[in-house]
């Protein structure tokens, strides 16, 4: 059963996650947002802080712990990207779309 926001809210305090945080940081070298490298000697909550993303948001369906909708990015480019599904790396993105309908 995967956690959602409202019947699990402190799943960011178990262990698991923070097992699974540490793992996607640890082979994370760029944020997935901007492209820039992450510094895991950044202060915390400051703007270039190393943070785990959910590609599709918890609270847009996101499994929680799947590893394969989690990737590192800056405290401050997840916090622009919110909870909205990046249409780049969402599992339902074509790997071309056409500028118009031919």
Known sequence: MKP????SPDWRK????QALRLYILARSQDCHLCGLPLDPTAPARTRWASTVDHIVPVNAGGDVYDVGNLA?????????????VDPRRSPNASAVRPSRPW
């Open 14 to 17: 178990t262990r698991k996650w």
């Open 4 to 7: 959602t926001v409202s019947s």
């Open 72 to 84: 590192g990015a800056h405290h401050g480019c997840n916090s622009s990207k919110q909870d909205k």
